[in-house]
């Protein structure tokens, strides 16, 4: 079964700083890859997602992610947070042809001024 | 297109008492799935469908019921409320062949 990890409950950034949220998932073969964003009392909005190819993706907001296959790794970058970006993060892995999407427990970012 | 809604938005339940989570899409979309939010745990999957007719569960499917008899709903029935079933509930949906899910607004659930 796949799984996903989500090591930090928390993280406080500065604004303007960079930001690194750390991934890890478990399965054999390659997976889909996604990273979603929830704002307090939203549903959850689509970052970025990594099917297949350049293992260095673009999302929206400014946000990247990298696949590293050697160590199951999917981390989202910004290079300079803002203050909007105080969110929940959760990372999600699915299987070609899967039905469903298993999740990370989520980071929450906090901002400080 | 309204993408994927669901209602009610808000609902307070006593124990034991039913009530279904109503959940619509209109993008054609073939899979259907039910989520809850719990704080600590991330989003785990209640039931999902693949198609109209077609029903499976998810890693936390106990207390829960759901039926897809067209392709744009997919209801959630909670059969007799539990406070452990106090949570928010996010329906999402996808085509078969794209890997991209898209969610609903979500439904916050109080069971006293």
């Known amino acids: 079964a796949q799984s996903v990890t989500q090591p930090d409950i928390h993280i406080t950034v500065s604004e303007g700083a960079s930001l690194e949220l750390r991934c890890n998932y478990s399965?054999?073969?390659?997976?889909?890859l996604f990273w979603y964003v929830q704002s307090p009392g939203q549903g959850l909005q689509l970052l970025l997602k990594y099917f297949s190819g350049d293992t260095l993706v673009q999302g929206i907001k400014g946000f990247e992610a990298e696949f590293k296959r050697s160590q199951s790794s999917f981390n989202l970058r910004k290079p300079s947070v803002h203050w909007s970006d105080a969110a929940e993060y959760f990372c999600a892995v699915g299987r070609s042809g899967y039905s469903t999407l298993t999740f990370g427990k989520g980071t929450m970012l906090l901002v400080s001024p | 297109n309204a993408g994927v809604t669901q209602t009610p938005k808000f609902q307070v339940l006593k124990t034991g008492q039913s009530m279904t989570l109503q959940c619509a899409q209109d993008?054609?979309?073939?899979?259907m799935s039910w989520y809850r939010q719990d704080p600590g745990m991330g989003l785990r999957l209640i039931h999902y469908?693949?198609?109209?007719?077609?029903?499976d569960q998810g890693e936390v499917p106990n207390g829960y019921n759901v039926s897809r008899s067209t392709t744009e709903d997919f209801p959630l029935r909670l059969l007799s409320a539990a406070p452990s079933q106090t949570s928010v509930y996010f329906c999402a949906s996808r085509l078969q062949n794209y890997n991209e899910q898209f969610f609903g607004p979500g439904t916050r659930l109080t069971v006293l």
């Open positions: 993008m054609n979309h073939e899979y």
């Open positions: 469908s693949v198609g109209a007719g077609i029903t």
């Open positions: 399965y054999g073969a390659t997976p889909y």
